[in-house]
């Protein structure tokens, strides 16, 4: 049976850094514009991102900023920007001490080097300005390692990370003449479904490396859990499943070595992406206890109320620290990887045969940042199976836009196959909103489009089939209750109708993203 882990008797090694809860992203998954710029263009360029994370600070009250590197431009002059431009503020609220930026770099097993070279040097050269400041240093000290397979990464970077900072130390003329600073932090960024149900062994792996490495072990760990990709290369049973089991497993790897754990989990506002918005706040943390450390997403910062925005950041800041994580026994995560290989077969067999539907729409989603091609678990671009598929975002943006949300798909016949194998208690047991995911989800849900679409692919009347199952298994009747329910699925008529005559439908798209208070 799962059970709550008591924490009050580990022993705990005192940390002299305070670890944030709420860290803003930059996800371009906002409908509307952002409440600071002034011309109401929803678009955030490189040089809006300066502004945009000392709003996050400021305004909003998160704690930290993740800086990406990883797939898009970026402005490499941060720290300094935000020192001239703000540096009342900076100077009683201090990055590196009270709040946190914190770089997602570049995986340097699928990009060039160049890039990853060029954010080292930044974060050794913002120590420098923040040193003649007079302000906290390192200002930046810990990074975000997307795609992490192995502790050996994790080292890898620490140790390229050293021999640039000696070196910069030695053309400069440094040695002996300021602290040594070359220790990066790196926190594991955990996105497959396989991998995140295997990632104790990941910090296990790294720990003994470090210990050798640095003749000590780490202080914490930061693991991060993915829960977009996850969803889009499985379904969001899989991708729920994974970050449950990956979290009970980061608590016992906590209670085998005497390392504190503060998990991170990346999450946008629609279920199918994780599902914390600023109106179901109490609702993911009773999902995901255990969670230290969430993403604010674009959506939530500006798709929402600014003042339910302030409201919601405040109760993550006071309530993640506190929630008592849950563990589960290894018959529990045996059960739960088998039901995550169930709804996975459902869900991929299906999204590989209606891809061609999906990108067609996907081509008409408006940007948001200015991202490069990305890079992820199939190479230079999203697919399953023989088929290429756009981002985590764009994926679920284009399937709300024909009103079939991607969280019914494969859902309902995964739960079937569950009940005949007997899993039906553990599914409750690993998801326990399921039923209100689906509720929530299927509002969105276009019977219509659904129809059309089904009689003239096999693939799509699988999808009917789900929809049928879940109703019947949860004895509700998925569709729109709200007037924003209706006017979304009017909307979305009318992008399918526009669709098939090849006609421009990016104006219904918006509209109906906007009502749904997210892009994707």
Not at 132 to 140: A, F, G, Q, S, W
Request: charged share 25%; with cysteine; glycine share 6%.
């Amino acid at each position: 049976m799962a059970y709550f882990i008591d924490r009050k008797n580990l022993q705990k090694k005192s940390l002299d850094r305070k670890i944030p809860t709420t860290m803003a992203t930059q996800h371009p998954d906002n409908a509307a514009p952002p409440y600071w710029k002034g011309n109401q263009d929803p678009f955030i360029s490189t040089l809006d991102e300066i502004e945009e994370c000392y709003r996050s600070y400021i305004d909003i009250g998160c704690q930290e900023y993740m800086w990406d590197w990883e797939g898009k431009y970026v402005d490499e002059g941060v720290v300094e920007k935000l020192f001239s431009t703000y540096y009342d503020y900076f100077k009683d609220n201090q990055i590196g001490k009270d709040i946190f930026l914190t770089f997602r770099l570049p995986n340097i097993w699928y990009e060039k080097e160049y890039r990853i070279a060029r954010a080292y040097i930044g974060i050794l050269t913002f120590e420098d300005l923040a040193r003649d400041l007079h302000l906290k240093t390192p200002p930046v000290f810990e990074v975000i390692l997307p795609m992490t397979d192995e502790g050996q990464k994790m080292l890898y970077l620490q140790q390229t990370f050293r021999k640039i900072a000696k070196l910069k130390n030695q053309v400069f003329d440094e040695e002996g003449t300021v602290k040594d600073s070359s220790y990066l932090q790196v926190i594991p960024l955990v996105e497959g479904v396989s991998e995140l149900t295997a990632s104790r062994k990941i910090l296990h792996d790294y720990v003994d490396l470090h210990d050798r490495e640095y003749s000590t072990k780490p202080l914490y760990l930061r693991p991060f859990i993915a829960r977009s990709d996850p969803a889009l290369n499985a379904g969001i049973v899989p991708a729920t499943i994974a970050a449950k089991v990956a979290l009970s497993e980061y608590y016992k790897f906590e209670e085998e070595t005497g390392i504190p754990v503060f998990p991170i989990m990346g999450v946008g506002s629609l279920p199918f992406r994780g599902g914390l918005s600023p109106w179901n706040v109490p609702h993911f943390i009773e999902e995901y206890p255990g969670v230290r450390t969430v993403t604010v997403q674009s959506a939530f910062r500006y798709d929402y109320p600014q003042e339910d925005v302030r409201e919601a950041i405040t109760l993550l800041n006071r309530s993640l620290p506190g929630a008592v994580p849950l563990a589960y026994t290894p018959e529990e995560v045996k059960a739960g990887e088998r039901l995550a290989e169930i709804f996975s077969d459902h869900y991929r067999k299906t999204i590989e045969e209606v891809a061609d539907v999906i990108n067609r729409v996907s081509s008409r989603i408006p940007p948001r940042r200015e991202r490069k091609l990305h890079i992820g678990l199939f190479g230079y671009s999203r697919g399953i199976g023989q088929k290429q598929l756009p981002r985590a975002i764009g994926f679920t943006a284009s399937l709300y836009s024909l009103g079939i949300p991607p969280e019914l798909i494969g859902t309902g016949r995964g739960i079937a196959q569950a009940i005949r194998e007997g899993l039906g208690d553990h599914l409750s047991l690993f998801y326990r909103r399921l039923k209100d995911d689906m509720q929530d989800a299927g509002n969105f849900l276009n019977k219509e489009n659904l129809e059309f679409l089904a009689a003239e692919d096999q693939a799509w009347r699988t999808v009917k089939e789900d929809i049928d199952l879940i109703e019947d298994f949860f004895k509700i009747t998925l569709g729109p209750v709200t007037i924003e329910h209706y006017l979304h699925r009017n909307f979305v008529s009318s992008i399918y109708f526009l669709m098939q005559e090849e006609k421009d439908f990016s104006e219904y798209l918006l509209n109906a993203a906007t009502l749904r208070r997210s892009l994707g």
